[in-house]
């Protein structure tokens, strides 16, 4: 029989502000432990929790952003437990109200436009930090400056049909949450977090079949391994008459299989209850309209105008508008740059290497888009050949020094002289008798071994072009 998989993700992302959801401690990462909490983060009696208006403005951005409708009545919730790294037993959240709910995210499969719901999307405090490490077996260490970092729950419907779907969901995802520019979504620092469920089908059924929960996933491709595992340990389950029991499990990623953390007999009831501390109040309509009017153009908008306006290919403009800042980089190149052709080219290959290679976002990239600008307009000047030319940008990667100093000081400006470069040729057919025979007796790809031969004694800044003409001229009078 053929299965499907029903897939639902839900996503955490701490809000990039100044202070915390309800007090006024910083909430920048990285602080010493226990360095950022007062009395109300800490949970101690007789505080009070203020809402933080920017994490309200955040959420409501965010939910326009994905097309979710507005809750006008905001209300917040406790839902109580009790662990360690929760001081006050119950974390301040949105149960039956959240502030947002019924939106979606279009995602590209395979070149067609698949439409995601989401179900809700609510605010809420994250939980303090246990620290295992450093500490001897027996006791662990807890940090609260995580405590009250606002968070935004994202919920999507089970609308996702395979692991590489929920790859492309979480990736758009991000690439709005960025563009947005209201979380780092830095999966590694925790700021972004995604649990995962999943069951399966067969082919054509409308009833859901049991659910599994995937936890601890730390990249999106982990959470795309993790779901193909478990595909296939609940189709063999399926497929041998097995029960599939209800339960959570964790993704271990140095073993690439999932482990049993715990099964339904034993989740958790959290008693929600209205958060007396807060008083629900009403979002104005004015107040969403102008959120609304002053939203950022968002990842499917940006593609769409680079698509129309710089020749660009469908999977070109993808890759650069799948990062708001390398789209950036790319507009104001092509800004003082009309070869855009030639622009992408390098952006998408050595500009990128470049990146990837020294793990920097294209924001921080050492080299402007002007100073790039630059390079090419040498290199199209024929100063210096292209191969020359992206040893000049590794240059400026590892300098930070302008493509101009970087040929001057290095002496690689181009031999465009024909005197100078019909003396190295030359030279060149007097050390090489056996190709240059071979050449005349038709062998023609003697004359590419004899050309190279002369580019290794100009050390590779020989014109290329002006080389080659004058070879084969000397090679027909040879
Ligand atoms: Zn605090």
């Given at each position: 029989m053929n299965y499907e998989p029903v897939i639902g993700l839900e996503v955490h992302v701490q809000l990039k502000?100044?202070?915390?959801i309800f007090c006024g401690c910083p909430a920048k990462?990285?602080?010493?432990?226990?360095?950022?909490?007062c009395p109300v983060c800490l949970g101690l009696p007789g505080t009070l929790p203020v809402l933080n208006k920017k994490v309200l403005e955040y959420g409501v951005k965010t939910a326009l952003a994905l097309n979710c409708s507005i809750q006008p009545f905001i209300k917040f919730d406790r839902k109580n437990y009790f662990y360690p790294d929760l001081p006050k037993n119950y974390q301040i959240s949105q149960y039956d109200?959240?502030?947002?709910?019924?939106g979606y995210i279009d995602i590209n499969t395979d070149g067609s436009i698949r439409r995601i719901g989401i179900t809700r999307l609510h605010l809420e405090e994250d939980a303090g930090k246990l620290l295992h490490?450093?500490?001897?077996?027996?006791s662990s260490y807890v940090d609260?400056?995580?405590?009250?970092i606002p968070l935004l729950e994202i919920v999507s419907e089970p609308?996702?049909?395979?692991p590489q779907e929920a790859y492309e969901y979480l990736t758009s995802l991000k690439a709005i949450l960025k563009y947005l520019d209201i979380?780092?979504?830095d999966m590694e620092k925790g700021s972004l977090r995604c649990d995962a469920n999943i069951s399966i089908r067969p082919k054509g059924e409308k009833k859901l079949g049991t659910k599994t929960e995937l936890k601890n996933m730390n990249s999106f491709k982990a959470v795309r391994s993790a779901l193909e595992f478990e595909l296939i340990r609940q189709t063999k389950a399926k497929e041998n008459n097995l029960k599939i029991t209800q339960e959570t499990l964790l993704w271990d990623e140095k073993m690439q299989k999932t482990i049993t953390m715990r099964t339904k007999e034993e989740?958790?009831?959290?008693?929600y209850f209205p958060e007396p501390d807060l008083v629900p109040f009403v979002i104005e309509e004015k107040d969403i309209l102008s959120i609304k009017n002053n939203l950022p153009e968002l990842p499917r908008q940006k593609y769409s105008r680079l698509l129309a306006s710089y020749e660009l290919s469908e999977y070109e403009a993808n890759i650069l508008t799948s990062d708001k800042n390398l789209a950036e980089y790319f507009e104001i190149g092509a800004q003082i740059y009309k070869n855009y052709k030639n622009l992408t080219n390098w952006m998408l290959g050595a500009f990128l290497s470049e990146l990837n290679n020294r793990k920097i976002a294209p924001e921080n990239s050492p080299v402007a888009a002007r100073d790039l600008i630059n390079l090419l307009k040498i290199t199209d000047e024929g100063k210096i050949n292209n191969l020359t030319a992206k040893a000049v940008l590794t240059e400026m990667f590892n300098s930070g020094k302008s493509a101009d100093v970087i040929i001057k000081d290095k002496n690689l400006a181009q031999i465009s002289d024909k005197g100078m470069l019909s003396k190295i040729i030359d030279e060149t057919i007097k050390e090489n008798p056996s190709p240059v025979s071979d050449y005349k007796n038709g062998k023609e790809n003697a004359l590419m071994f004899i050309m190279g031969q002369a580019m290794k004694k100009a050390k590779g800044k020989a014109n290329p072009k002006i080389i080659n003409e004058l070879l084969k001229e000397r090679m027909k009078n040879a």
């Open positions: 502000t100044e202070s915390k990462f990285g602080a010493g432990p226990n360095t950022q909490t109200l959240p502030l947002s709910y019924k490490e450093g500490s001897d077996a027996a609260f400056n995580r405590t009250g609308d996702i049909n395979s979380s780092d979504c989740a958790h009831d959290y008693r």
